[in-house]
Structures are given as C-alpha cells and as structure tokens.
C-alpha cells in the first residue's frame, strides 16, 4: 500500500523492519535483500540518518556471515554519514560493530578501544539499548585479554541494564559470555549453569545466531568434562543452525567441537569429515579478513584447533606424510601470503587527503616517542609524567591502526593477496636441507600432546627425505613451566638450570636421537612456547649443550623456508651498493661519561660504547669500499632507511626495546637526525613498510627475538618484520645480553661469514668457542643468539 501511495520514507522503513527481523531469524540473504532496497530508497530521499542506520545493519550483516572485508567497509560508509550530520547514536552503533569486526580478527586493543568510544556515547546521551551492548561486548575483549574479574563485573552492569529494558538478546548474550567466563576459569559446572539460562534467554529472543553460539559454548564445555555424547548433541545442533543462517565461525566451532568428540568415540571418518569441512570454513573466513599481514596473522591464532585435530588424527592413522602437511597449513600464513605475493603500496592507493590524516596521525606517534625518550633519559624521571605519555601513545597508535585498517576497507586494491596456500610436500622439503648432514624436526605442541616430525635426507638425490613421527605425552602447560624456568635461569646466569636443560633434552629431543646423532646441522620448527626455549643449551649430558653437536637454526615453517630459500635464490646483485651496512652506538642523548655503561640493555638508554667498537671492528673487517659505518649521532633512522635497501648484511648494535603485549611496536632506538620527521625509535611496523634486499639481518641487542607467540604464526616481533620487508634470515637474542662476550661473539661471526661459512655454521662455531674458553662458558654469554629463518 505504501508503495502505491508513493510513501517513499515509509518504505524505506518498512522494508528495513522486514530485512531486521531476517536478520534476527538468521536469514542473511534475505535481510540483505532487503536492507538493500531500503538503502537504496532511503538515499533517494535524503534521510542520511536512516541510511546509516542501515549501513550499520548491513554491515552487521556480513559481519554474522564472516564477510568481514564487506563489514568493515559497510561500517565505515555509515560511520562517515552519521559522523558529517552529528548522528550521535549512529556513531555509536558504527563503533561497537566495528569493534566486533575487530573483534573477530582478534585485535582486541583495537576492539576494546571502539567499545569504549561506543560506550561513552551511548551513556552520554542515554541510549540503554546500545550501552547494554557496548558493555557485553567490552567484557568480552577484557576477557580475552584474561582479566577475568573486571570482566564479571563488566558483564553484570550490562546484564543490569538489559534486564531494566528488557533485552532478551543482550541478556542471553551476557550469559553466554559469563559461562565462557567461568570455562576459561575451569569452573565447568559453573559454566553450565550460564550456559542453560543463556540458551533459553536465546531461544526467547529468536535469534538464531545466539542460540547457535550458546550451543557451541556448551559443546567445548561437555568436551573439556569428557562427555563426548554430549558435546556431540550440542555441536550438531549449533552446526545445523550455523550451516542454515550461514554463521561460517559459528560453524567452524561447532564442526571442530563434533570432529573432536567423533574422534573420542571412535568414529573416525566422521571426525576426518567434520574437521576438514571445520578447516574450509576457516579458509573461506581468512580470504574476508580485512587489513595488514598482521591482521591476517592476528586472525587464524584462534582458528588454529581443527588443523591440529586433523594432524593428530592422522599420525593415529600412520598418515604422517598428511599429518605433516595439515601441520604446515596452520603455520605462518600470513608470512607465507607476503613471501608468496608480495604486499600491496598503500601509498599508491591513498588519496591527497588520507595522506595528510596519515602524515598527522604519524606525527603524533612521532612527537609522543620523542617526548617519551627524552623523559627516560631525564636523571630522575617523572613517572607519572611517563605514565601519562604512554596512555597517550597507546591512543595513538590505536588511532593510526583503525585508520589504516579503514583504508583496506576503502581500497579493495590494498588486499594482501591471499592466494591458494599449497604446503611445502614431503618431497619438496628435500631442497630444505643444505646438506645431508642436516635434520629438520618441526614440533605441534597440542593441549596433552606434543608431536615431532623428523625429516632427514633420503639417500638418493630426489627423493622424498624420511620422515618419522614421535609423540610426546607432555601437557602444553607442563611444557611451557619448564621453558619458562629454563630461560628465567640462564637469563638471569643461575646455575641451578641444568635439571630443566636435561628434561627438555629428554622430552623433546631424545626421542629423535636415533635419527639426528650424526647430523651435525639443525633446522628447528618450535610451536608455541617452544619459540621462547633456546634448544642450543640443552643438555644431552651434564655440561655437554646442543650446540656442541649441531649447528642450530630456526624457521617458522618449513612451507615459509621453502620460500625463503626460494627468495635467496632470485636475489641479484642489481641495486646491491653496500655489503654491509654498520650501525652502532646510536646517541640519543648527549651524557656525560660518567654515564656510560657496559650492559648492552640499560633501561635508562645510556651510550654503548661497545656496540660502537663492534660495529668499527666489523666494518675493518670488510674495508671501506665494501662497507659503510655510521656510528653515534650519524647512526640515525633516516640513514637507516635510506641505505638499507642497498646492503647484503645489516648489522645493528644498540638498544633494543621488545613490546610482548602489542610486538609491532617493538623497537630499535637510534639517533635522530636534526629536522627529521622521524623519531629515531625504529618500530617492527615501520620495519614491515621497508623494502630490504639484505640477505641478512643482525640485531645486535637485547631481547630482539622476543615478541608475543602467535598460535601458527610464531614469535611475532622484530625478526617477522624484518621477513615481511624482505630479508630471509635474522639473527636475533633471547635475553639481555653481556656487551663485552656479544662484541667478541658478533666480530667472529662475521669474520666467519666473510669465509662463506654457512650462518648457522659459523654462529656454531663462534658459540662453542666460547663453551670452550675461561670467561665466556656460562651459556648466559653465548646461548642467546640464534638464527632465524634461511641459515645458508
């Protein structure tokens, strides 16, 4: 009727109200449809509110459907329109699912700060309904972040509040989000409990996509009790409803959970079938993933369950050649999607005015580094002053990370080309090894379980290497208390270490003895906290380490290596000035020499003037046509990074700053030169944006390999970014290193480098020396150092 009347705003609205209550029902197509025709009439007479009310529900939309790159650009159009007519309530909405958009690619900083913003308005101009939400949604990002406590009682105030309107959405939403709680917490019959009262609030409501996520919750927790009937009746009933509304996460969950249980029960081609779809789900929700490499990075770290379920079915089966395969396929993607393709130039896409938001948005992270540093170096600091300064950075950076997440959404040309992922196969990691002498072990560290895939060299040239699986009953936890007392011991240069060296030795590299005894190469693929434990210092007897017998490396995964060896191959002398780069001892400050210390990481960023003397020493080593030094106040960023891209070895002695919370703002601080928009503090993401041709990074400083461990990913920090800018292999340390071993350390290694010993070769050599010698034998000098990636 009101489209014969012509009423064009009424139906608009109408057809609105039909696409929410689709929505509601699950029914995405449907809703799309509709909110569309809505869109399209709501445009046609002006009202910008209501079009960006129906933005947001469009995007929504996708989001349910895990089309995240549609999402996110839906979001940010109805953002802008609310934003340019003071819409405070469309902003508001834009926020929160933005922030769920952010969620679900796991950036919880960044989602957290969107909830927030969502949530000061919403309370600002009293919308109930929307603050209940922002609430829900704010604990859960303090939840993931593990502060439980502040989640509760995040949590009750929204469930308060939708309890007074009575939004029985919001609250079944709530509830299944304190069961998770409590879950996370180990409390299952607590979990339980929420779980029901969620499911029928749920169910009440009549969204769909609640119920199927209430029942996916439920799943885990009759898994994790070890009623497998159970947790087999919730995961299919949550599959059905995903599969039907098209909720892809939701059905990846449920798929996984009905897989597990299967394979507990013993049906085992239900469980290959369930967990195979579970991985396809995956797959497809990865390629809509909107942003950088480390979103994409950030992404598959909780989506990493049916590819080890997958692997640990088929060592069951004897299939380790598959079981190697699926392993390799949840290992650093995202390294492997740049290292494949390359990235894309955000400049090239960016309009006039989105390089001016950027050169601002820069410019502050730039002003708040400087004043930051300049504090620190302060004979007294202020540290609320300090405390102060690092909020606002924190606020920055966020800052600046949305608006380069917004421009992918705005650019669809700025995708990071996510090809079809092909693993490297048993026989194409025959070319992996430099020598035959060489073994690969690759480890998948599961909750009860840790798997070791050994690889050694077939006999003949061409043919597949052998391969050989041992399975470790050891609890990932277990396994993570021992690294972590191993590597706070020797950090620390406490002799009581040995115990944990000679257990780890034991779980994780007896079992293989047999096939790695006479290898005198190995290329180490950890897993999880295995990234943090520095395998060259075990011990196969007392005082006699690892390195003792093997040259070590380590890569991110074999599929990774393929490519970096592949990338170390195509290299070419085109564009190459410099064979090596120097940097040391950048000044920061002028300091009096009172000052100066002989600990390479002083907290106080005082001179180094050891790192000054390495770095001289090395480049005598390769003579002043073949080199270029730069040292103290000459050692800035711009030279950084304008000779970078011309040098074969990058070396850099000085301060290193690791961020293990958010490691793309880890640092390597160097001077700054007079006028320079830069700031003198290198960051991992800055290092990304670079175009290296270098063969080989050295980081000469402290914690350089540290990071945060990305489940698949690996240790994602400095020596991930150096890979993505283009270099194949980086040297890296482990914990806070002595200034005086590290510069003998440091001018052998590259002594030996010069006499084409391989890298991981001649680190080897360099480090049993010092086992060897008087002073230096504590492997608190020399185990800290290792190799990373194309060790040739």
Not at 370 to 390: A, F, H, M, V, Y
Not at 714 to 732: D, K, R
Not at 733 to 761: C, F, H, P, Y
Request: proline fraction near 3%; glycine fraction near 8%; aromatic fraction near 6%.
């Amino acid at each position: 009727m009101k489209e014969q009347l012509g009423d064009k705003p009424a139906m608009a609205t109408s057809r609105s109200n039909i696409g929410y209550v689709n929505d509601v029902l699950g029914n995405y197509t449907e809703a799309l449809t509709y909110y569309e025709k809505s869109l399209a009439v709501s445009e046609e007479v002006g009202q910008k509110t209501n079009s960006a009310d129906i933005l947001t529900n469009i995007g929504r939309a996708y989001s349910n459907h895990g089309d995240y790159f549609r999402a996110l650009e839906c979001l940010e159009k109805a953002l802008k329109l609310s934003t340019d007519v003071g819409y405070r309530a469309g902003i508001a909405r834009s926020l929160n699912n933005i922030g769920v958009v952010e969620h679900h690619q796991a950036n919880y900083p960044q989602a957290r700060e969107y909830f927030q913003k969502s949530l000061d308005i919403t309370e600002a101009i009293g919308d109930k309904p929307g603050a209940a939400s922002s609430l829900k949604n704010f604990g859960t990002v303090q939840l993931d972040q593990g502060n439980f406590e502040q989640a509760l009682e995040t949590y009750q105030r929204a469930l308060t509040l939708a309890s007074q309107i009575g939004d029985k959405r919001t609250i079944a939403g709530v509830y299944g989000s304190i069961g998770l709680l409590e879950f996370t917490r180990g409390s299952h019959s607590k979990a339980s409990e929420y779980y029901e009262k969620g499911l029928h609030a749920a169910e009440d409501s009549g969204d769909r996509a609640l119920v199927d996520g209430v029942l996916g919750y439920m799943a885990e927790n009759y898994y994790s009790q070890r009623d497998y009937a159970r947790a087999l009746e919730a995961a299919e009933r949550s599959a059905s409803i995903a599969k039907e509304i098209g909720d892809r996460d939701g059905l990846a969950g449920a798929l996984n959970a009905a897989g597990k249980s299967n394979l507990e029960m013993g049906r085992v081609d239900l469980a290959r079938k369930e967990l195979t779809d579970a991985i396809e789900q995956v797959e497809q929700m990865r390629s809509q993933v909107v942003g950088s490499e480390h979103e994409l990075q950030r992404f598959l770290e909780r989506k990493t369950g049916p590819y080890y379920e997958m692997a640990g079915l088929l060592i069951g089966e004897r299939d380790n050649e598959t079981a190697l395969e699926f392993a390799e396929r949840a290992k650093a993607r995202a390294l492997v999607d740049v290292l494949e393709s390359g990235r894309g130039d955000v400049n090239k896409s960016m309009t006039a005015q989105e390089l001016g938001q950027e050169q601002a948005l820069k410019g502050r992270i730039v002003s708040l580094n400087s004043q930051i540093l300049n504090e620190k170096l302060r004979k007294e600091p202020d540290q609320n002053r300090l405390g102060g300064l690092n909020s606002e950075l924190e606020k920055a950076r966020l800052e600046y990370e949305g608006f380069q997440t917004a421009l992918y959404a705005a650019h669809p040309d700025l995708r990071v080309q996510r090809g079809r992922f092909i693993p490297a196969t048993l026989r194409e990691s025959g070319e992996l090894f430099p020598s035959p002498n060489t073994a690969i072990i690759e480890y998948l560290v599961s909750e009860d379980r840790t798997d070791l895939f050994v690889l050694t060299p077939a006999g003949s040239s061409g043919d597949k290497p052998a391969l050989r699986v041992y399975t470790v009953q050891v609890k990932r936890k277990e396994l993570a208390d021992l690294t972590e007392r191993l590597r706070d011991r020797l950090a620390r240069r406490d002799a009581a270490y040995t115990e944990q060296a000679r257990k780890l030795y034991d779980l994780l590299l007896r079992p293989a003895y047999s096939d790695i005894k006479i290898k005198s190469n190995l290329i180490i693929v950890p897993d999880g906290v295995l990234w943090t434990l520095p395998f060259q210092a075990l011990e196969s007897a007392d005082r006699h380490f690892l390195i003792e017998d093997h040259a070590i490396s380590y890569a991110p995964s074999l599929t990774s290596l393929r490519e970096m060896v592949t990338r170390t191959k195509r290299k070419t002398d085109s564009g190459m000035t410099l064979d090596l780069l120097g940097l040391g001892n950048p000044v920061i400050q002028t300091s009096s020499s009172s000052l100066l210390k002989r600990v390479f990481m002083d907290p106080e960023l005082k001179p180094l003037p050891q790192a000054e003397t390495q770095v001289r020493a090395i480049g005598r080593l390769y003579g002043p046509t073949r080199s270029k030094i730069y040292v103290g106040a000459e050692a800035t960023e711009d030279v950084l990074k304008a000779e970078a891209g011309k040098c074969r070895t990058l070396h850099i002695a000085g301060h290193g700053i690791v961020n293990n919370a958010s490691p793309m703002y880890s640092q390597i601080v160097l001077a700054r030169a007079e006028g320079s928009d830069d700031d003198g503090v290198l960051e991992a993401w800055e290092v990304m944006k670079m175009d290296l041709s270098a063969d080989l990074v050295i980081l000469s400083a402290c914690d350089t390999a540290g990071g945060r461990v990305g489940a698949g990913e690996g240790m994602i920090g400095l020596s991930w970014a150096f890979f993505v800018a283009g270099c194949p292999s980086t040297v890296v340390s482990q914990w806070s290193v002595d200034a005086d071993s590290t510069t003998e350390l440091m001018i052998q290694v590259q002594r030996n480098l010069l006499s084409r010993m391989g890298k991981a070769v001649g680190l080897r050599r360099v480090e049993v020396k010092l086992v060897r010698s008087g002073g230096y034998s504590d492997p608190f000098y020399w185990a800290p150092f290792v190799i990373v990636g194309n060790a040739r």
